[in-house]
């Protein structure tokens, strides 16, 4: 695959991860009010002859009160695969894990879904070019997070959010791949952003 970084630049990888994970809401029997259920990492299996049902365990967090997310429902044991189901028999908590931040998954379902998460921002220079025109920035997402792009790039470097729209109106800030509306979406894993060393805050990028 082609390197869509320009070379001009120093590039620099931005290494985000979520805080928590998403929750659900949802009426809770027990507290009688619409509660935050938050994922476990506890898988439910029942397995009958050739057909399976799993479902991923929500607590209330309020309360003991649980809620089980159908993950697959009257599935083929053979098409699951033997390592994916000892992984859901042995509650493996990177399994259980992607299917919580699955927020598509639930809301597919008609679930009300908060994944506003907050995060931080591990930057990893890999090339430094003196001098540089510009700064590329290449987004790692640990997992897919729902901020939108301006909010993450304001939070890493130190610009406004307006300010932002206004360099990427003007050229001075570039995604790859463009797409319409790119600074209001969440970001993608392996997303590049390149804005002009110019247009930076003093201390950006160091």
């Known amino acids: 695959m082609a390197d869509s970084r320009p070379q001009e630049c120093t590039h620099v990888v ?3 991860t979520p805080h928590g994970t998403p929750s659900v809401r949802r009426h809770c029997t027990r ?8 994922p476990t990492t506890s ?4 397995a009958q002859q050739q057909r399976i049902d799993v479902w991923l365990i929500y607590r209330c967090g309020a309360c003991d009160e649980t809620w089980n997310r159908p993950i697959v429902e009257r599935g083929s044991v053979r098409g699951i695969g033997a390592e994916k189901l000892e992984h859901l028999h042995r509650n493996n908590p990177d399994l259980a894990l992607a299917y919580a ?3 598509q998954g639930l809301r597919r379902r008609g679930i009300i879904v908060d994944a506003d998460l907050p995060f931080t921002i591990q930057a990893e220079p890999t090339t430094n070019r003196d001098p540089a025109s510009c700064l590329s920035i290449t987004i790692a997402l640990t997992h897919p997070i729902e901020t939108r792009l301006d909010r993450l790039l304001a939070t890493g470097l130190g610009i406004s959010r307006s300010r932002l729209g206004s360099l990427w109106k003007s050229g ?3 995604i790859v791949p463009r797409r319409a509306n790119s600074l209001q979406r969440p970001p993608q894993d392996g997303q590049v952003v390149v804005i002009e060393i110019e247009a930076l805050p003093s201390a950006a990028g160091s």
């Open 101 to 103: 931040f699955d927020v």
């Open 14 to 16: 931005w290494r985000v």
């Open 43 to 46: 898988f439910r299996v029942n």
């Open 172 to 174: 001075a800030l570039r």
């Open 31 to 38: 507290c009688d009010a619409v509660r935050a259920f938050v």
